[in-house]
């Protein structure tokens, strides 16, 4: 089981952390909460009505991700933090309306919202390596233009970039592996994973080679940091990643400030 | 000659409120047009229908014989290549530490599919292009950390790596101090003489129209209410009307200056 877990935590703190560059670098951090609730909200409405949770979660997800890829790319150009906002309590209306008809157990539900390692089977590690190393493939390839996306969509516009279909690619793979990643940190928690790994990658990064090196590093560490806190003393798994990623982050800024360096803004 | 853009009756609404138009002109390519206007008279607007990132509520228009609304998002895409453009400002992450060298490596990516990787003769190009603009000591200098006058010189020449046939400008001085404002003019100037290249240009500063713009469009409130020569343009009545201030054209080296005589009319 401690290969499990400590394969597990690998998979996700890499594939997250470099998630999170993305998804911080193009400001649009309500993406990835507004996907993972959206999963959160499927994978409950699932087990409360019978149905493979992870199914209705991916399903759920997916859907998100399409719905703010085409709302933020068509001609109506709706605010992307709008949006993921307004999807965000919708879902959540969804995940507590849902929570509301469950007559049993309510474990396999709060293990959804708040995560946990210890749980995690073979079949979904399978699920975990093959979704991360679509991920790791997809930013190995398009890594120039999905950094030209993450500079300015504007430019990438206006260089001749088809930066709709880029988006709206990279939004289905950010649902497929946050949706696999759920039962790590938990719906509630994935926000904090996605954002503090490249929040100190960004403080520490001289250039993007390294920013994603860092992010992967720092997400790895708190993951399997966090396994081991919440092992060792019993506790959230979901909580102890979160609050090693943000003492990650707290040492980076430490780090910048020490050397003088541009801190994040 | 060919004509590069053929705008007729183009007009822009949005929420109730026309932007621009409606509009109807001809720039042949080759032409060198500078656009004068107040905040708000619908020169970047007009940019925006002639780099085909923005589609006319009514009316029509072709770049390059060719209607940009009709193609398909990739021909599109294709087409905006050849449009190098520099908006007024430029919203870019500030978070990622790209280089002088990856703006312009990211020019060139419209002519490449996803998995995009530059060539030697690409990379050359760049080199060539950071020499020309004087920016090869700040090539691999982070460009969030570059002046307001660098980063439009470094945004020029990101337009011009993608070798366009055209070159939109909008307000490429703005903000900037005298020195840099002259320094720019001056570089634009030399690119238009050196180049055979098609330049429209807005600008509110007179004297920052390059030489070689011999026609002028004059935008007021959203109309175009001169198209004609740059002599006639520029006549004490002419932009008293369009400032709806009392104007008067100094001439000094060859370069002509429009100051405020007073109290707005």
Same mark, same amino acid.
């Given at each position: 089981?401690?290969?499990?877990?400590?394969?597990?935590?690998?998979?996700s703190?890499s594939s997250?952390?470099?998630?999170g560059?993305?998804?911080?670098?193009m400001?649009?951090?309500?993406?990835? !909460?507004?996907?993972?609730?959206?999963?959160?909200?499927?994978a409950?409405?699932?087990?409360?009505?019978?149905?493979p949770?992870?199914i209705c979660?991916?399903l759920?997800?997916l859907?998100?991700?399409?719905l703010?890829?085409?709302?933020?790319?068509?001609?109506?150009q709706?605010d992307?933090?709008?949006?993921?906002?307004?999807?965000?309590?919708f879902t959540?209306?969804?995940?507590?309306?849902?929570m509301g008809?469950?007559?049993? +157990?309510m474990?396999?539900?709060?293990?959804?919202m708040?995560?946990?390692i210890?749980?995690?089977?073979k079949t979904?590690?399978?699920?975990?390596?093959?979704?991360?190393?679509?991920?790791? !493939?997809?930013?190995?390839?398009?890594?120039l233009?999905? +950094?030209?996306?993450l500079?300015?969509?504007t430019?990438?516009?206006?260089?001749?970039m088809?930066?709709?279909?880029?988006?709206?690619?990279?939004?289905? !793979?950010?649902?497929f *592996?946050? @949706?696999?990643?759920?039962?790590?940190?938990?719906?509630?928690?994935m926000?904090s994973?996605?954002?503090?790994?490249?929040?100190?990658a960004?403080?520490?990064g001289?250039?993007?080679?390294? *920013?994603r090196?860092?992010?992967?590093?720092?997400?790895?560490v708190? @993951?399997?940091?966090?396994l081991?806190?919440?092992y060792?003393? +019993?506790l959230?798994?979901?909580?102890? !990643?979160?609050?090693?990623?943000?003492?990650?982050?707290?040492?980076?800024?430490i780090? @910048?400030?020490?050397f003088?360096? #541009?801190?994040? #803004? | 000659?060919?004509n590069?853009?053929?705008?007729?009756?183009?007009?822009?609404?949005?929420?109730?409120?026309?932007?621009?138009g409606?509009?109807?002109?001809?720039?042949?390519?080759?032409?060198?047009i500078? $656009?004068?206007?107040?905040?708000?008279?619908?020169?970047?607007?007009?940019l925006?229908?002639?780099?085909?990132?923005?589609?006319p509520?009514s009316?029509?228009?072709?770049? &390059?014989?060719k209607?940009?609304?009709?193609?398909?998002?990739?021909?599109?895409?294709?087409l905006?290549t050849? $449009?190098?453009t520099?908006?007024?400002?430029?919203?870019?992450?500030?978070?990622?530490?790209?280089?002088?060298r990856?703006?312009?490596?990211?020019?060139?990516?419209? &002519?490449h599919?996803?998995a995009?990787?530059? %060539?030697?003769?690409?990379?050359?190009?760049?080199?060539?292009?950071?020499?020309?603009f004087?920016?090869a000591a700040?090539a %691999?200098?982070?460009?969030?950390?570059?002046?307001?006058?660098?980063?439009?010189?470094?945004? $020029?020449?990101?337009?011009?790596?993608?070798?366009?046939?055209?070159l939109?400008? %909008?307000?490429?001085?703005?903000?900037l101090?005298?020195?840099w404002?002259?320094k720019?003019?001056?570089?634009i100037e030399?690119?238009?003489?050196?180049?055979?290249?098609?330049?429209?240009?807005?600008?509110?500063?007179v004297?920052?129209?390059?030489?070689c713009?011999?026609?002028l469009?004059?935008?007021k409130?959203?109309?175009?209410?001169?198209?004609?020569?740059?002599?006639?343009?520029?006549?004490?009545?002419?932009?008293?009307?369009?400032?709806?201030c009392p104007?008067?054209?100094l001439?000094?080296?060859?370069?002509?200056y429009c $100051?405020?005589?007073?109290?707005?009319?």
């Amino acid at each position: 089981m401690l290969f499990l877990w400590h394969a597990a935590a690998l998979l996700s703190g890499s594939s997250i952390g470099l998630l999170g560059v993305y998804v911080v670098g193009m400001r649009m951090p309500f993406l990835g !909460i507004g996907i993972a609730h959206a999963a959160l909200a499927g994978a409950v409405a699932g087990h409360v009505f019978g149905f493979p949770p992870f199914i209705c979660a991916l399903l759920l997800a997916l859907i998100a991700a399409l719905l703010m890829s085409w709302l933020t790319t068509s001609s109506a150009q709706a605010d992307l933090g709008t949006v993921t906002g307004i999807m965000l309590s919708f879902t959540m209306g969804i995940a507590f309306l849902a929570m509301g008809f469950n007559q049993g +157990d309510m474990s396999p539900v709060l293990s959804m919202m708040w995560g946990s390692i210890l749980f995690v089977r073979k079949t979904s590690l399978i699920l975990m390596a093959v979704l991360s190393g679509v991920l790791f !493939i997809f930013l190995y390839l398009c890594r120039l233009p999905m +950094d030209s996306l993450l500079f300015s969509r504007t430019a990438a516009r206006i260089s001749g970039m088809n930066e709709k279909k880029l988006l709206m690619v990279f939004m289905l !793979i950010s649902a497929f *592996v946050i @949706t696999v990643n759920l039962q790590i940190v938990g719906g509630l928690l994935m926000y904090s994973l996605l954002t503090n790994p490249a929040a100190a990658a960004y403080a520490l990064g001289r250039n993007m080679k390294s *920013v994603r090196v860092f992010a992967m590093l720092s997400g790895v560490v708190s @993951t399997i940091g966090g396994l081991w806190i919440s092992y060792l003393w +019993d506790l959230s798994t979901g909580a102890c !990643i979160v609050l090693v990623s943000t003492a990650l982050y707290s040492f980076a800024l430490i780090a @910048t400030w020490k050397f003088k360096k #541009q801190p994040l #803004q | 000659m060919k004509n590069f853009a053929r705008v007729e009756s183009a007009m822009y609404r949005s929420q109730g409120k026309i932007l621009v138009g409606p509009a109807t002109f001809t720039v042949e390519q080759g032409e060198c047009i500078g $656009i004068l206007g107040a905040n708000g008279a619908g020169k970047s607007t007009l940019l925006n229908f002639l780099n085909a990132t923005l589609r006319p509520t009514s009316g029509s228009i072709s770049l &390059f014989e060719k209607n940009p609304w009709r193609l398909s998002e990739k021909e599109r895409c294709l087409l905006r290549t050849k $449009i190098g453009t520099v908006m007024q400002k430029c919203d870019y992450s500030s978070l990622a530490p790209f280089t002088v060298r990856d703006l312009l490596s990211m020019g060139r990516l419209g &002519f490449h599919g996803c998995a995009a990787r530059l %060539d030697t003769a690409e990379k050359n190009a760049i080199q060539d292009l950071l020499e020309e603009f004087g920016l090869a000591a700040l090539a %691999d200098q982070p460009y969030r950390q570059l002046s307001g006058g660098e980063q439009q010189k470094a945004q $020029i020449a990101r337009a011009m790596v993608q070798n366009p046939v055209v070159l939109l400008l %909008d307000e490429p001085t703005a903000g900037l101090d005298p020195d840099w404002q002259e320094k720019l003019v001056l570089l634009i100037e030399a690119l238009a003489a050196k180049r055979s290249i098609t330049l429209l240009i807005t600008t509110h500063a007179v004297h920052h129209l390059p030489r070689c713009c011999s026609r002028l469009f004059l935008l007021k409130q959203r109309d175009i209410i001169f198209d004609g020569k740059r002599e006639t343009a520029l006549s004490d009545q002419l932009l008293s009307d369009l400032y709806n201030c009392p104007m008067e054209v100094l001439r000094h080296n060859n370069r002509s200056y429009c $100051i405020s005589k007073g109290d707005a009319l």
